[in-house]
């Protein structure tokens, strides 16, 4: 009898199992679940502008690092100039001489310093003019 009543019992979860697996499972409309895809699909969106955000930044960077590359680049130029000219400037020598003839040499070239020839010119025009 306790078997029989065993057998029964199995027999019954057995038939209510094979009746769920036969008519499966509901689909799940609820609002939650379409909420759940709208979230989805935002979460997609964002995760995409984000990843176009990064690589704009990794552009911006390296832009940044080049004209900041530039700049060192300039600025050495520059000091190079500068240490130049300096030594340009010191390497004149100061040489006292009549006007006429200063204006000779700034004419024909010879005056190989440009601000002197052009200072040289400028003063005689001055002294002509007055």
Do not use: W, Y
């Amino acid at each position: 009898m306790r078997n029989e009543k065993l057998l029964v019992q199995s027999s019954l979860k057995v038939g209510v199992l094979l009746v769920l697996v036969v008519l499966g499972c509901v689909p799940d409309d609820s609002p939650f679940r379409a909420e759940n895809e709208v979230l989805k699909r935002q979460v997609a969106k964002q995760e995409s502008l984000l990843g176009s955000l990064q690589d704009g930044n990794k552009v911006m960077q390296q832009q940044i690092d080049l004209l900041n590359q530039e700049l060192r680049d300039a600025k050495s130029s520059m000091e190079a100039t500068k240490t130049d000219a300096k030594r340009l400037t010191e390497q004149m020598e100061l040489v006292t001489m009549p006007l006429d003839q200063a204006v000779r040499l700034a004419e024909s070239g010879e005056m190989r310093d440009s601000s002197s020839a052009l200072a040289v010119l400028l003063a005689e025009r001055h002294l002509r003019s007055s």
